[in-house]
């Protein structure tokens, strides 16, 4: 080969290779620089970048909208929707991990000049006056340069065009293994631009205890030395802002969210009350910063990030509703006015009690009442009417779990000593023996009937005897009586293999094996609405707590009975329940006694104390 | 601007086609303005000092060259021009390299000295260009040279300025001679394929040492020689080992694409390496490692220090005071002795440094004055210097030479230089070297082997040329489908492994950062 060919062939060769590259960057597009028109996978590409996803889903977008959300990781959890509700507005997030008050002045100018902007929330979070201008990796930590005055379109493209290839190929890769749930790759949700929190969202949570071995970060918290050396051109930035907003017209509202407690602690206390006095010389804004909120674990996913339900409540401070439960000091109006003392005695917020935020709630399950008792699910009437005195005589009081979600919701008040008493699968003993007994003490009963075995002493439509059970006028009598409520054991996923005769049974609420997740979330979601339209048509109440039947679940089966407007589900495992005001999870999988024969009154007390 | 980038390929790409496109008459100017956007790329301010030193050695050139061309009919006119020139020289060198000592170890000797006086010293935050010492040591070769008579000086300012800045050199050497280097940048000529070819090779190549060798290595060696390093002496000695490689690999890799570029502009520049790894000696060692900077010692320090009437006087005591052969070589070790100790120093402000010269310097010189000794050592052990096994042994120890001369360039301080030897002999723990430690260094498995493959090719390639194949040549002689391959093979293992080696984040740990 003469040394000219040579020298041609590598030239195409590498024209060819840099193609290829080009090519693969553009059409799988990992940090949706170009659009990704291919794959459309926004919440995948903003996981990688979100200031330059995000753009560029809103480029395609933005006439959905009318109103921003602004600000670093700990944006996520300002509650969309209910922005929408208390500001007649159609919000997205555009909170972006590690973003600083420089990424948000450039994107407020750029969202100001080219999209429609009537409401923009922004939140100052500390980590602002640390780092500002911060942008150590190109390809994730930098803005789209259509919002980014320091950046030509042509370092942008070549950038993403010639990315390191490996992005490509994982994207590829975990297009495979894509779930309807989030996965590490794709935390965003791109129709709001909130982080899709819905498996966190879905966890069961309990006692502080059970709390800190999930996560022991909160156990060992890191600590480290703090300070904030950018506190000036932060609130400039932040000035920048309100004159922009000021002069088009747009309603801005500045916030600074809540802080955990633990994080507070690696600044300086001078540091930090400097920095939102500084803020409040600026703008007026409210301040969640610190507050008794901050002391609680459990209102955090981690050591950074609020929760979802916390922004819930924010959300209705600022706009004054009073259908939540609010804590007293949680969120103050600052202004320039406020004074000087206030920035440092925010700081050393009182923590709520355990007696004013939870309160212990034993849940006892049981299922047929017979005389003659015959397996361990089974109970005698005596038997359970010594257990149903006993609790009385005790100072037990029966609650519903309606009481419990207006307890955990809006901060109703609970006996002193509740209980929850469950039946399981919807047995005619129930009404014909349970409940006089209960009627008799008084005590509140919530029965979990199988939509199929509804009202029938067959399985089904076969020929099999099953033990009896109640129907409507039955269901509708108990209802009628306020102490009685007839709640979801899902309709038929509860199924009794031996007199099936399909060879896919479903003995629980989980996926079939082999079954798609598209697959099992409508089955699921179609038996639920069966068994939820069938239960209040017959007891004329709303249908809002599921039993898992035989106690199984799964983060899945959670998240689609929650999207369903399932508010409360019962798993089989033992132990009492803690349930704390501000937090719905901890009405999710709760956990329940199994109460048996042998059970002696005495026991009984013994086990739920 | 750093020869890994994007912006340095297409200066280089972008300087290449315009150079055989523009006149030839402009083709020098045209390297000129190349050079000048490459370190203007690096900070207008940085460039200043650089300018200073060209204009001045340039303008001590032409006061040279004046004085050379003066009259000088007697002896007594003969003296007096030298006298001047001398002060020329001077004059010049001395503004040269006293600035190259303010900007780069004014700060080092006043917090090296006694409190009392250094802490009274005032403190320079220079911003110091890219390769000012090998800026100003080429520049200092040339006004010597002037001097001498060697050659006449470049009257042009803009030509002289080319020999002094031509870009590709100016980040690791080599260190060009004005009689060599000067006449190819200013000639014109017409594109050669060839050397095009053997350009793009060469670059490749560096690129390939570079990038897939030496930037692996460099992970594991930072994450071993530190001041607290925790690990046994055997990870350790693998830490400077890798350094060994890391070093190599980077600098010769570095000198191959500065090869490389110039030769895509048909300019030949002087080799840097020659296999040091076959060095039977350290001096064998620096006559093939740094080659430039030997020479350039050899020329402007050892010979100039050698014959001059000082020198001259102590090689008169030393043979009258001292017997046998220390008496007849006094006077050569000692500047041999100076040159590495200057070598030392050269590579940086700091003990260790100095240390490392000194370490070169006894060692050597030793090896000077005990050459009688060795050869009976030798006769009575009937060794045959021509054997293999002796050549191997030769080798193996000069390696090891070099191995403990590069904990001293490597370890963080002077003292961490003692700790760390003391742990490579006294605590090796060798477990260590199989327990998972290894691993734990920033290096997966597949980048170790990585990089012992791309050290065998390296290996293999390197055998070949210190029997004097010449590998591209013979590359030329295989079927067309076979060069492609190679090139394209290469092409991809600088890419896969070298470009795109480090800085990729996997997207689930890109959210936990958060």
Redesign the interface.
């Known amino acids: ?7 041609l ?2 030239l195409a ?2 024209f060819v ?1 840099a193609a290829l590259l080009a090519g693969l960057n553009a059409a799988v597009d ?1 940090f949706g620089a170009f659009g990704d028109r291919l794959l459309s996978w926004f919440s ?1 590409d903003e ?3 979100p200031r330059v996803a995000k753009l560029s889903y809103l480029e395609q977008h933005h006439d959905e909208y009318d109103s921003y959300i602004l600000g670093c ?1 700990s944006t996520s959890s300002f509650p969309v929707d209910a922005f929408n509700e208390a500001f007649d507005a159609r919000f997205y997030n555009l909170i972006m ?2 973003a600083d008050m420089r990424d948000c002045e450039k994107i407020t100018r750029y969202l100001i000049e080219h999209y429609e902007v009537k409401n923009l929330i922004l939140n100052v979070y500390l980590d602002n006056g640390l780092e500002y201008d911060e942008e150590s ?1 190109r ?2 930590k930098s803005l789209h340069y259509k919002e980014d005055p320091d950046t030509s379109a042509l370092s942008f493209y ?1 950038r993403y065009l ?1 990315a ?4 490509a190929l ?2 590829l890769n ?1 297009l495979r293994t894509d779930t309807i749930l989030p ?3 794709d ?1 965003f949700d791109e129709r709001t631009g909130c982080y899709d929190k819905r498996v966190r969202d879905a966890e069961p949570i309990g006692s502080a205890e059970r709390y800190l071995e999930s996560y022991p970060v909160f156990a060992d918290y890191p600590h480290q030395t703090l300070s904030l050396p950018y506190t000036e051109p932060c609130m400039q930035s932040v000035a920048a802002i309100r004159a922009m907003c000021e002069e088009a017209g747009v309603n801005l509202t500045v916030v600074a969210g809540p802080v955990y407690a633990a994080y507070l602690k690696n600044y300086q206390t001078e540091d930090i009350a400097a920095f939102y006095r500084s803020l409040a010389q600026v703008t007026p804004f409210w301040d969640f910063s610190s507050s008794s909120v901050s002391c609680e674990m459990r209102y955090f996913y981690d050591g ?1 990030h609020f929760r979802n339900n916390v922004g819930e409540m924010m959300c209705a401070r600022m706009t004054g509703r009073t259908d939540l439960w609010l804590p007293d000091d949680f969120g103050t109006y600052v202004t320039a006015d406020t004074p000087e003392e206030y920035f440092t005695d925010v700081l050393s917020p009182a923590a709520l009690s355990p007696d004013e935020i939870s309160a212990q709630v034993p849940i006892l399950m049981y299922h047929h009442l017979s005389e003659d008792v015959t397996n361990s699910e089974m109970v005698s009437p005596e038997q359970f009417e010594a257990q149903i005195r006993a609790l009385s005589e005790a100072g037990y009081t029966g609650v519903s779990f309606d009481e419990l979600q207006a307890y955990v919701l809006r901060g109703a008040p609970l006996p002193e000593k509740p209980v929850v008493i469950t039946f399981d699968d919807g047995y005619e003993s129930n009404y014909t023996l349970a409940y006089p007994i209960l009627q008799k003490y008084g005590m509140k009963a919530t029965i979990f009937a199988i939509g199929v075995s509804f009202g029938k002493d067959h399985y089904k439509d076969t020929d099999y005897a099953i033990t009896p059970h109640f129907g409507a006028a039955e269901a509708a009598e108990m209802a009628a009586s306020g102490l009685i409520s007839i709640q979801s054991h899902t309709y038929d996923m509860h199924q009794w293999p031996p007199y099936e005769s399909g060879s896919a049974v479903r003995e629980n609420i989980l996926p079939l094996p082999g079954e798609s997740e598209e697959a099992y979330v409508q089955a699921l979601t179609e038996d639920f609405t069966r068994s939820r339209a069938l239960l209040e048509d017959a007891a004329g109440q709303p249908v809002d707590v599921l039993a898992y039947p035989a106690g199984q679940y799964s983060t899945l089966a959670q998240v689609t009975l929650q999207s369903l407007g399932v508010h409360v589900t019962l798993s089989t495992n033992p132990g009492v329940n803690t349930v704390v005001r501000g937090l719905p999870q901890t009405l999710y999988a709760m956990l329940r006694f199994g109460i048996t024969e042998d059970v002696t009154p005495e026991a009984l007390l013994d086990m739920i104390r | 601007m750093s020869f890994a980038s994007l912006p340095f390929v297409g200066l280089v790409a972008a300087g290449v086609i315009l150079y055989y496109l523009v006149p030839k008459r402009a083709q020098w100017l045209l390297l000129l303005a190349v050079s000048m956007a490459f370190y203007l790329a690096g900070g207008a301010k940085r460039a200043v000092w650089l300018v200073l030193v060209a204009g001045l050695t340039w303008l001590a050139g032409l006061l040279l060259e004046k004085q050379n061309a003066r009259p000088a009919p007697d002896k007594t006119a003969k003296t007096a021009v030298r006298r001047v020139k001398k002060r020329i020289c001077a004059a010049c060198l001395v503004l040269c390299f006293g600035l190259l000592y303010l900007m780069k170890y004014w700060n080092f000797t006043a917090s090296a000295l006694p409190s009392a006086i250094g802490d009274k010293l005032p403190r320079w935050d220079f911003v110091v260009p890219l390769g000012l010492s090998y800026f100003i040591f080429q520049a200092a070769g040339y006004v010597i040279d002037v001097y001498r008579g060697k050659y006449p000086a470049q009257k042009n300012p803009l030509k002289y300025g080319l020999f002094v800045s031509f870009f590709p050199q100016m980040v690791q050497g080599p260190i060009s001679r004005y009689d060599q280097l000067a006449p190819q940048l200013l000639s014109a000529r017409g594109l050669d394929w060839r050397d095009l070819k053997f350009g793009i090779q060469l670059c490749l190549w560096g690129y390939f040492k570079k990038l897939v060798i030496a930037d692996r290595a460099a992970v594991l060696v930072n994450a071993v020689i530190t001041e607290n390093c925790p690990y046994g002496g055997a990870v350790v000695a693998c830490g400077i080992l890798f350094y060994c490689i890391q070093l190599y690999c980077d600098f010769s890799g570095g000198i191959d694409i500065t090869r490389g570029v110039a030769r895509m502009f048909g300019i030949d520049m002087a080799e840097n390496f020659r296999r040091p790894i076959f060095a039977t000696s350290l001096t064998d060692y620096w006559r093939r490692w740094h080659i430039t900077l030997g020479a350039w010692m050899r020329d402007y320090v050892f010979y100039p220090l050698s014959l001059s009437r000082g020198f001259g006087k102590i090689s008169r005591w030393a043979r009258a005071h001292i017997r046998g052969t220390g008496g007849k070589i006094f006077a050569t070790s000692l500047a041999t002795f100076i040159v590495y100790l200057i070598i030392g120093v050269w590579h940086g402000a700091n003990f260790r440094y100095i240390a490392f010269g000194l370490w070169n310097g006894v060692l050597i010189t030793a090896s000077l004055l005990l050459e009688k000794t060795f050869l009976r050592w030798k006769a009575a052990l009937h060794i045959d210097d021509k054997s293999a096994a002796w050549r191997v042994f030769m080798t193996l120890r000069t390696g090891l030479l070099v191995f403990v001369g590069r904990y001293f360039t490597r370890a963080p301080r002077l003292r961490s230089v003692f700790t760390l030897l003391k742990t490579t002999v006294l605590h090796p723990q060798p477990s260590q070297l199989l327990d998972g430690t290894l691993l734990s260094l920033g290096l997966a498995k597949t980048d170790f082997l990585v990089v012992a493959l791309a050290l065998a090719v390296l290996l293999t390639l390197e055998c070949f040329q210190e029997r004097g194949v010449h590998i591209r040549p013979a590359l030329e002689k295989k079927p067309g489908f076979v060069q492609w391959l190679a090139v394209t093979a290469l092409l991809l293992a600088v890419l896969l492994l070298g470009v795109f080696r480090a800085g990729y984040i996997p997207s689930g740990f890109i959210y936990t950062q958060f």
């Open positions: 080969m003469s040394s000219k060919k040579w020298v062939v590598f060769t590498v290779l990992p995948y996981t990688n970048n990781s991990y590690g990796d390809l994730t070549t010639f390191d290839p490996r992005y994982a994207k975990a996965q590490t790759f935390v950074t």
